[in-house]
C-alpha cells in the first residue's frame, strides 16, 4: 500500500480558508499541486513548495488524492465537472475530497460521475471557521466510501481535530447533512444569544455579567462563549462571512423542504441573515445579527 506522505495531492480553492488548510498539508511535508481563479492567493505557498497549476484538470492529472475548498454549489460543480475540470484529469483510483459546504443532492450526483471515472468521492465539510482553518483545528464531517475515508484520514489530520474527524455515513452527501444540522444549530443558539444579551442591556444589566453567569450553567455553549463575546465587543471581522452563512441556510431550507422537515425557527434565523446582508452585512461575521 502506498504510504500517504508518498501521495502527491492537489488542492483547488485557496479563499479565506483554503490557503492556510493548503499551507498546514505543505508544512506536513506533503507534495501539493494547487490551482486558483486569482494567481496571487497561492504565490505564498508557491514560495513554500507548492506548484502552480493553470486549471483544475492540470491538478488532477497529476494527483492522487485532490481536495476542493470552495464558496458554493455552482463553483464546486464547474470545478469538477465543468470545462477543464477535475474530471478531465481525474485519474483512475484517485480521491476527490470536497471540503466545501454544498448541496447534498448536488454532492451525489458529481459522486456518481467521479465514480464513473473509477475513483472516489468523498464529502467532508468542515466546521470552525477561518481560526479553525489557521490553526488546524477544524471539525470535519466525512460522506463517502469508509476504505477511502481511511486512507485519506492522515491527510484531514493535518488540517483539523484527529478527535472530530468523524466519518457519517457511507452514502454521498452524508457529510453535507451533517454540516447543515450543524448550521441549523448554531443559528439557533446564536438567535437566542443576541436576544438574551440585547434584553440584558435594555433592562439596564450588565451584558457582560449576564454572558459570565450563563457560561456557569446550563446555557454555556460556543455560541456564547465565542459570539457572545463578539457580539458585547461589537467585533465582527469576518471570521465566516454573513453571505456565506446565507448560502448554508438556503441549502439548509431546501434540504429540509425535500425530506419533509418542518425548520420554522431556522426560518426566523434566515430573516435576521437576510437582513443584516441587505443591510451591508455580507462581509461581516454572521454573529453581527446580534446587533
Given at each position: 500500500m502506498i504510504s500517504v506522505m508518498a501521495e502527491q495531492l492537489g488542492f483547488i480553492g485557496l479563499g479565506v480558508m483554503g490557503r492556510p488548510m493548503a499551507g498546514h498539508l505543505l508544512a506536513a511535508g506533503h507534495r501539493l499541486t494547487v490551482n486558483n481563479r486569482s494567481r496571487a492567493a497561492a504565490d505564498e505557498l508557491v514560495i513554500a513548495g507548492a506548484h502552480m497549476r493553470n486549471t483544475p484538470a492540470d491538478v488532477a492529472r497529476?494527483?492522487?488524492?485532490v481536495i476542493t475548498m470552495l464558496p458554493d454549489t455552482p463553483d464546486v460543480e464547474s470545478?469538477?465537472?465543468g470545462p477543464d475540470g477535475v474530471l478531465e484529469g481525474l485519474r483512475a483510483g484517485a480521491v476527490v475530497i470536497d471540503m466545501s459546504s454544498i448541496s447534498p443532492a448536488a454532492t451525489r450526483e458529481l459522486a456518481a460521475r467521479v465514480a464513473a471515472r473509477e475513483a472516489k468521492m468523498?464529502?467532508?465539510?468542515?466546521s470552525g471557521g477561518e481560526i479553525g482553518a489557521k490553526n488546524a483545528t477544524l471539525s470535519i464531517m466525512v460522506g463517502g466510501d469508509a476504505i477511502a475515508f481511511?486512507?485519506?484520514?492522515p491527510i484531514l489530520a493535518c488540517m483539523g481535530n484527529p478527535e472530530r474527524i468523524v466519518h457519517i455515513g457511507t452514502d454521498p452527501g452524508s457529510g453535507q447533512i451533517c454540516k447543515i444540522c450543524n448550521q441549523i444549530a448554531i443559528g439557533g443558539a446564536l438567535a437566542g444569544?443576541?436576544?438574551?444579551?440585547?434584553?440584558?442591556?435594555?433592562a439596564g444589566v450588565d451584558a457582560s455579567l449576564v454572558r459570565h453567569a450563563l457560561l456557569g450553567g446550563f446555557a454555556a455553549s460556543r455560541v456564547l462563549e465565542v459570539h457572545?463575546?463578539?457580539?458585547?465587543?461589537?467585533?465582527f471581522a469576518p471570521g465566516f462571512r454573513?453571505?456565506?452563512y446565507q448560502k448554508d441556510l438556503r441549502?439548509?431550507?431546501?434540504?429540509a423542504a425535500a425530506h419533509g422537515v418542518a425548520v420554522p425557527a431556522t426560518s426566523v434565523v434566515v430573516e435576521m441573515v437576510e437582513r443584516l446582508v441587505s443591510e451591508g452585512g455580507a462581509d461581516l461575521d454572521y454573529s453581527a445579527i446580534g446587533r
Open positions: 497529476e494527483a492522487d488524492i470545478v469538477i465537472a468523498l464529502d467532508a465539510p468542515v481511511e486512507r485519506v484520514k444569544v443576541s436576544e438574551a444579551l440585547a434584553l440584558a442591556r435594555k457572545g463575546e463578539r457580539i458585547l465587543n461589537g467585533n454573513a453571505r456565506l441549502i439548509a431550507e431546501e434540504t
